[in-house]
């Protein structure tokens, strides 16, 4: 097993990261290589230096690259990096010192609550069990915040309807508990008897047509198709929904901490990113509404 084999091993199984981060990473370390054996042939991992690290950042921003995808694949570089000096297979760290360009801020999109409410209160899905599935997926992904991988990997097990709540599985196997409303418990026991009556109990709690374990690609089409039909935003994808439920809740009163928990940030600095949504919002109404603005 080559060192980046090995690496990637390391990362799945020891630090545990999901299937999409391992993806990333092997795909961002395959395209670092192919662009040294252009530039470089002949050069391995062991002999990588300082130079070449900033020639391929380079390459990649002249090519147009955004500035947080360079981020994105200098980090993997930086990660297999630290794993090769940890196991004394560099001398030194050749990402160390490495001056990134300065990222753009940019705020969370998000969908407004008035289009939401459109999309759950008055459009029609459909009473069968497509209907009811994806009306249950959007509704989900909103009202838990919920990532699409972890809304994926559900189980019947893991949505407790008498309790009100359904556990979720993170990052790094770290679980959590998201309370629902009794009002969304009438919606997934509809659900959930369309599915049975379809044959479809092999454990996995949301299901295809044909009944085997929901996938991303499927999860995106349902959230894209339906979105497409109450909101012009560009970006409307799952991570949206989990960006829309953080907004409304921090604009309607919650706190800091208590949404840190329930979208299960590591960190509060990961969340406190949506209080600028806040405070841009408080700005058009201050100017919407003061006589002077």
Do not use: C
């Not at 955004?66 to 001398?91: D, N, P, Q």
């Not at 770290?174 to 969304?184: C, E, L, T």
């Not at 012009?232 to 949404?259: C, Q, W, Y």
């Amino acid at each position: 097993m080559d060192i980046k084999e090995s690496f990637l091993q390391y990362i799945r199984t020891g630090k545990r990261y999901s299937r999409h981060t391992v993806t990333s990473y092997k795909n961002d370390l395959n395209q670092f290589f192919s662009w040294l054996e252009e530039n470089n042939p002949g050069a391995t991992a062991a002999g990588v230096t300082h130079g070449d690290v900033r020639g391929w950042m380079v390459s990649l921003l002249e090519n147009g690259a955004a500035t947080g995808t360079v981020h994105r694949k200098i980090s993997a570089l930086r990660a297999l990096f630290r794993y090769m000096l940890r196991h004394e297979l560099v001398k030194s760290d050749p990402v160390a010192g490495l001056k990134l360009p300065k990222k753009k801020k940019q705020l969370p999109v998000f969908v407004a609550e008035e289009a939401l409410t459109r999309l759950l209160d008055e459009f029609r899905f459909g009473d069968n069990f497509s209907g009811l599935r994806d009306r249950t997926v959007v509704e989900f992904l909103y009202l838990t915040g919920m990532r699409r991988s972890e809304l994926i990997n559900l189980r019947d097990t893991d949505v407790d309807l008498s309790a009100g709540q359904v556990r979720v599985t993170g990052k790094r196997d770290k679980q959590r508990v998201i309370p629902f409303s009794a009002g969304f418990v009438r919606s997934l026991q509809l659900y959930v008897s369309a599915r049975d009556e379809q044959g479809f109990s092999a454990g996995w709690f949301f299901v295809t047509d044909r009944g085997n374990k929901m996938y991303d690609k499927a999860v995106y089409n349902i959230v894209t198709r339906y979105l497409a039909m109450v909101t012009t935003i560009e970006k409307k994808s799952p991570h949206v929904l989990r960006h829309t439920f953080a907004t409304h809740m921090l604009n309607r009163g919650a706190d800091l901490n208590s949404i840190k928990e329930l979208l299960g940030h590591a960190s509060l600095s990961a969340t406190q990113v949506y209080t600028h949504n806040s405070f841009e919002q408080l700005k058009k109404i201050y100017k919407q509404a003061h006589p002077r603005a």
